[in-house]
């Protein structure tokens, strides 16, 4: 099914809105898929733009534009939904009681991805990259699993959210660190940058939980409309001159995030979530578009081989973090498996690194790693339980001596 | 006798608190900031839900009424033993009533008895503290607080067997 592309110049209009009416209607099909599979949704979103790419079925002519911008957008609008998520009180306990976790858990899973991009030759930038994407779990999907699985009430939960709240504040120093260096300056402006996030970070950190209620005065207001036309735009604002000054427009939004708190946040997220499904699928089939399905294979052994090396490096960041707030073992083989899954900020870093030039098999290697990870989350969530179910069932049925 | 509730922030999604019970079974409630709320039952290990039940916040309200409809009536009942000559009781509202359907105002109960209406149940569910709009309906039970005279005042009014408006 090749859509009729470059066709006469007057139908450009008719070409966009068909083009983008297909993809729009293919995820919603996706998104149906996922939920009859049990699966997260972000891994077929990311394959079905793969197999729709340069080279795929579909070649796309006049939403190539409107999509890259949506891209953007969706990119800053899922970083400003997990800030309104987390309150700035949330943050600064989480940094005071998790900074030992965050530490190892930054140790133990960047390093495997530097190390094979540098293994691979790629560089020292795709190795910054390709060490954030090993890095962070995703929140998104974690989240969503735990409640699925019913297990937002259990004691190794606690753990499992202050490590994804860790990684989700050291991207607000991550991210302008890669930006910085992308940008190709030196030292001087790297260390710059890396001041500039820290200062910022810190600073909205104590204006939100000492005035945050003026940030959100600002836009707080009884009228729907006003409240997401206000939300956005403030949103989009912060993050364009975050994005000037070379901080990333992703933390420019995270940071807005923060700073308004209470039941407009709660308002704001009911608000802004149709919008973030609508432009963050959009962001991740967009990245999948950029690399073709064929340059998958050539790195799938990669991805799988950087799978089992960081999932056992999470599994024992989730195992350590559950065993500090005095889980048992059965918890703490939850806490480990469950934050095994990465997603949208390895998506976001990948898409990046790759804009700025750097080795280009990062992408379908990150496409693929999510991929991954995801599916063996998946897979394995459930093995505790059973295990022990199994072992109890065994005791039960050995013959009683007595 | 008061329970130990323990406490634990979930970043990004809200509040779980957990209690051990009289058996030594320990049960949680997750608030979410969504409104909903997930009833966990816990393992024998202790630390993960062998059951957990989703609620969401139209069925929690329901359910929080119908626990603790009992306590509102059992902590009257208390205040009433440490105040003597004060009583609780529910009075119905039959269909014959004068004031079915019509606001709690109209019945001038204190300012004709010197009784309050402190709450109203209506199927098992309690409205605390009604307003004079409040309208009554067949079938309600009137939880009123006062002297024993009183209230058998009030009951006379609600049942019709006082004329209204006067005394």
Known sequence: MVLASGANGGSHIATLLVELGAILLALGILGRIARWLHVPVVPLYLVAGLFFGQGGLLSLS????????????????????????????????????????????????????????????????????????????????????????????????????????????????????????????????????????????????????????????????????????????????????????????????????????????ENAVELLAPLRDLFAAVFFVTFGLSTSAGTLLPVLPLALGLTVVTAATKFATGYLAARRTGVKRRGRWRAGLALIPRGEFSVVIAALAVSAGVDARLGPLTAAYVLVTILLAAAVQKLPNRLAAARQRRSAAAPELV | MSLRVENRVLPGIGVCQELELHDGRRVGIVTRRDGHRDFVIYDEDGDGAAETVTLNEKEADVIAELLGAPQLVNRLADLQRSVKEVETEQLPIPSSSPYAGRPLGDTQARTRTGASIVAVLRDGSTHASPGPDFRLEAGDLVVTVGTREALDQVARILDGTSPPGTG
């Open chain 1, 62 to 265: 006049a939403s190539q534009e409107f999509l890259r911008v949506s891209a953007d957008i969706g990119v800053v609008l899922l970083l400003v939904m997990l800030g309104l998520e987390y309150s700035a009180d949330e943050l600064k306990s989480s940094l005071r009681t998790q900074a030992p976790i965050g530490l190892v858990d930054g140790v133990l899973n960047a390093l495997p991805g530097a190390a094979l991009a540098l293994l691979a030759g790629w560089g020292p930038l795709a190795a910054v990259a390709l060490g954030g994407v090993t890095w962070v779990s995703s929140s998104g999907v974690i989240a969503k699993m735990l409640s699925d699985l019913g297990r937002l009430g259990n004691r190794e939960t606690p753990a499992v959210l202050g490590v994804l709240v860790m990684e989700d504040l050291m991207m607000a120093l991550y991210l302008p660190l890669l930006t910085a260096l992308l940008a190709g300056g030196g030292t001087g402006s790297v260390l710059i940058a890396i001041v500039v996030a820290v200062a910022t970070v810190s600073v909205v950190i104590v204006l939100a939980t000492r005035f945050g209620t003026h940030v959100t005065k600002l836009v707080g207001t009884e009228d729907r409309e006003s409240l997401l036309l206000g939300v956005l735009g403030l949103t989009l604002l912060v993050a364009g001159i975050a994005d000037q000054l070379k901080v990333s427009a992703a933390v420019g939004a995270f940071l807005v995030g923060i700073a308004v708190s209470g039941t407009v946040a």
